[in-house]
């Protein structure tokens, strides 16, 4: 029997989750992907810690609002997934009726964002209608509308076929070069981790100030893709986020490795399920993402400090740093002449001085005080 007091919605859910004991945490691993039945032997607590991470920073967040949903314990969170799962392909209206058994004498308004929360867990996407919005509103997030007479399918179908491309991309290959961490040294670019896979590589910012968002739940996407049941993300977009990672963060790279430590993201763990990528061509989704960021790398810098440590082309760099330090000790070089030529002039010019007042003496002896005191 599960335990009864599991609240869902706490000050310290982050906390919270973190602390169950792993059967638990099985339970809730295997409501979202039942076909895994993970036992507490076969649970590797560092896999999902992002996972529990985001869900407890969302409970936390909504706190104050807590009283505007259905689902109140972590449990009645698990079965309303479970739910989900087994009626993706009814309408939102269906579903939430559907769901509605469970929550007799409840606001139909709390069913449905409770509907939408427990999808958003278990997708990944953020799933939050404006007009029953609870809770803060992150900019650098999207929000994704899911319409009364859509299924979560059609909802999945929709979002991704959008991001389909056929651009031209062959004037870029893709090599060891790169990576995240090449981005991020190179073009000074700034990683945000994001719980919302329709924002993954999503470049944003103007020129020198560029933020790229990155999806963080490896382990999600390996076990959506593995699941022999289909979800509403469809298996193609599934494996091509999962190469899109495998591709920027290279598995067996000491600096990725360090950056991701550095940065407290636990994927890195988690094997390449396919073979490296080395062709634009074998992406589709993201492949617009991929040629902006690639056209990035291989571009002209886009800000004064970007060109001082753009290290791309040794012999331009050099050429830039000796040119500095050229002109740094030749300012320093003159600076010292002139402090020198000054300390001459002022010498000179107290002897000549003392010459004049000699002079004066010479010329005019009836002003003796005047040239002793000068002599």
């Known amino acids: 029997m599960p335990p009864t007091d ?23 691993i295997n409501a979202f992907w039942p076909h895994f039945q993970l036992e507490v032997s076969d649970y590797i607590e560092h896999y999902y810690a992002d996972l529990f991470n985001s869900i407890g920073k969302t409970l936390e967040s909504l706190y104050q ?15 309303t997934v479970r739910k989900i799962r087994t009626h993706q392909a009814l309408t939102k209206d269906k579903l939430v009726d559907e769901i ?3 929550h007799l ?24 209608s404006r007009a029953l919005s609870v809770g803060p509103n992150y900019p ?31 004037e870029f290959s893709l090599d060891e070069s790169f990576t995240a961490v090449s981005l991020k040294n190179t073009c000074r670019l700034h990683i945000w981790w994001t719980d919302n896979l329709v924002d993954h590589l999503r470049l944003r910012g103007s020129r ?22 289909a979800v509403a993300i469809e298996a193609s977009v599934l494996q091509e986020a999962i190469r899109t990672l495998d591709l ?7 600096k990725t490795a360090d950056f991701l430590q550095s940065e407290g993201v636990h994927f890195y763990s988690v094997a390449p399920v396919n073979p490296q990528p080395f062709d634009l061509g074998e992406f589709t989704h993201w492949r617009d993402n991929l040629v902006q960021l690639l056209r990035l790398l291989n571009g002209p810098p886009e800000s004064a400090s970007q060109t001082l440590f753009d290290t791309r082309n040794i012999s331009q760099f ?20 002139a402090t020198v030529y000054s300390v001459k002039q002022y010498r000179v010019a107290l002897d000549a001085y003392g010459l004049a007042l000699a002079s004066a003496y010479h010329e005019f002896p009836d002003l003796p005080k005047y040239c002793r005191d000068g002599q």
């Open 6 to 28: 599991e609240r869902l919605f706490s000050k310290e859910s982050v906390a919270n989750l973190a602390s169950l004991p792993p059967e638990r945490k099985c339970s809730l």
């Open 65 to 79: 609002f807590r009283t505007d949903f259905a689902i109140q314990e972590l449990e009645s969170l698990l079965e």
């Open 100 to 102: 509605k058994k469970d």
């Open 105 to 128: 004498n409840v606001n139909g308004d709390d069913v449905v964002r409770s509907v939408e929360l427990a999808a958003r867990f278990w997708l990944g996407i953020n799933i939050c």
């Open 140 to 170: 650098r997030h999207s929000r994704i509308e899911w319409q009364h007479t859509q299924s979560l399918e059609q909802l999945g179908t929709a979002l991704f076929s959008q991001k389909k491309s056929w651009i031209p991309f062959n």
């Open 208 to 229: 020198g100030q560029r933020n790229l968002s990155v999806y963080r739940h490896k382990i999600c996407l390996v076990n959506h893709s593995k699941d022999p049941k």
């Open 248 to 254: 920027l963060f290279p598995f067996g790279d000491s």
């Open 318 to 337: 050099a050429t830039l740093w000796i040119a500095i330090f050229g002109v740094f000790g030749l300012t320093i070089l003159f600076g010292i002449l």
